[in-house]
């Protein structure tokens, strides 16, 4: 390669350097991602989920009551999405399930925000 | 886990994507903002794109056999940002916003003439035929090597580094004397 055709592609690696994503669209971005993984849970499909609802629709809105929709939010869903088999396993049943992530979503809340504010 | 074997639990899926999705968020984000230049809409499609990888991620492990994901990765953005024109009935803008050359500080006359040069650059890469300009954002942007942006346009090795060094003689050329490109064809 010759000096001129390697000092163009090196002003092109210039021009076209690499751009960061602001930081709100990372975190927005693996908010979503963790819902999506969430719904797509489908062992909790045999958990007789109709006599009690859904906890999975009791989780957001309760961590969106006691997180807010603040910058920890992904945090939080992340480490308490982290532990659901534990959960899971030690539960008795679905009420229990539901007992159990609703306690670690404020044990998580209280845990990471204070840090993070 | 060893990189290359296949998740065994729907845990170890989304623990390799997430790897995935932090490992590549800019060179996602990167080539999304390069094809649309601004950045709103390549927020958009960057997250699109993720929305869509993770839907087929499984299958895109089995089917890599250990290879990156990258390619397949950029592939998905560039299918989706041609659904994105053709949807919205738009064109690429002429010009990129704010890449971050652009942005950078300066205090002497010669950074700002660099400048100048750079963003004549930016300008020509956007009027470039597509394949051409993505292929230059691949490699550039994305510091992609040859196989790697064949297996992101779906060509061979041979047919990419041809590509890209009409790419950059193209582009040169209209760099050091600016000219209509209407000569310049695409090589699909």
Do not use: C
Request: aromatic letters at 6%; proline letters at 4%.
């Amino acid at each position: 390669m010759s000096s001129g055709a390697a000092d163009f592609e090196a002003l092109l690696r210039e021009a076209l350097s690499p751009v960061e994503p602001p930081a709100d669209m990372a975190q927005r971005l693996e908010l979503t991602l963790v819902n999506l993984t969430e719904l797509a849970q489908e062992e909790l499909d045999a958990w007789e989920l109709k006599a009690m609802r859904d906890p999975r629709n009791w989780v957001r809105p309760a961590a969106a009551a006691v997180v807010g929709v603040s910058a920890g939010t992904a945090l939080v869903l992340l480490r308490v999405r982290a532990r659901h088999r534990v959960r899971k396993q030690r539960s008795q049943n679905a009420l229990d399930l539901a007992q159990r992530t609703l306690h670690d979503v404020g044990e998580e809340a209280r845990r990471i925000l204070p840090r993070r504010r | 886990m060893v990189d290359g074997e296949l998740p065994k639990s729907k845990a170890e899926v989304d623990a390799r994507f997430t790897e995935l999705y932090r490992t590549h968020l800019r060179d996602v984000y990167s080539y999304s903002y390069y094809r649309v230049g601004n950045h709103h809409d390549a927020e958009d499609l960057t997250e699109q794109t993720f929305l869509q990888a993770y839907r087929h991620f499984e299958r895109a492990l089995r089917e890599a056999n250990g290879r990156p994901l990258r390619p397949w990765l950029i592939r998905i953005a560039h299918n989706l940002a041609a659904n994105f024109y053709r949807d919205r009935s738009r064109k690429p803008e002429s010009g990129i916003e704010d890449a971050g050359m652009i942005s950078a500080p300066h205090t002497t006359e010669s950074l700002v003439e660099g400048r100048e040069q750079l963003k004549a650059i930016l300008d020509g890469v956007q009027q470039l035929p597509d394949d051409r300009r993505e292929a230059l954002i691949m490699r550039f942007a994305l510091g992609m090597d040859n196989r790697e942006i064949a297996r992101a346009l779906g060509r061979t090795d041979g047919a990419t580094k041809v590509l890209l060094h009409r790419a950059i003689r193209q582009l040169e050329g209209m760099v050091s004397e600016p000219v209509a490109v209407e000569s310049g064809g695409s090589d699909e």
